[in-house]
């Protein structure tokens, strides 16, 4: 049996969506998945980022292994884990929403990364600070380390969080 699927950007009540229809080789339809294509960035998807970052920040922010690791490793695997984790993100985020269109929305997409990036590490810096473990006057080496550590996980939840509709 020969199934051919085809894939068209459309909008939908002002909204891009991406349409995939499957059809059998008489040309009926089988199935049709319709999803949003995030081509800006909502409230809600502010507020869904936030919540993603905080599944895991609050955990991670918490440890004494990130406290310990935040004074202890160099630079320069702090900067692997943050380049690292910019790599994972973005790869996570084209392959789920953006590879079909990322010429049209390559400026969405990039905003898109960093306000992930972002606001995981304001939610780490904020759950550091509420426990004391945030020293950003006395040793703001430290307190960055730990901000980029904790950030690690709390920024693949947010973008997990992000991907729902």
């Known amino acids: ?35 949003r294509i995030k081509d800006n960035l909502t409230i809600q998807d502010i507020m869904q980022i936030l919540v993603g970052a905080s599944i895991l920040a609050i955990p991670s922010a918490l ?6 690791m935040g004074a202890a490793l160099p630079w320069i695997n702090i900067i692997a884990m943050l380049l690292i984790e910019y790599l994972i993100i973005g790869m996570f985020l084209y392959f789920k929403a953006y590879s079909e269109n990322i010429k049209v929305h390559k400026g ?37 380390k730990r901000i980029i550590i904790g950030m690690l996980p709390a920024a693949m939840s947010a973008t997990v969080m992000d991907s729902l509709k």
Request: aromatic share 6%; no cysteine.
């Open 1 to 35: 049996m020969k199934i051919n699927s085809q894939t068209v950007t459309s909008e939908i009540d002002g909204v891009l969506h991406r349409i995939t229809t499957i059809k059998d080789k008489d040309g009926n339809i089988l199935k049709q998945e319709v999803s």
């Open 63 to 68: 440890t004494q292994e990130v406290w310990d």
């Open 108 to 144: 969405v997409y990039a905003k898109r990364v960093l306000v992930i990036m972002l606001l995981s590490g304001l939610i780490i810096g904020l759950f550091l600070a509420l426990v004391g473990q945030l020293p950003l006057f006395d040793n703001t080496d430290v307190a960055i």
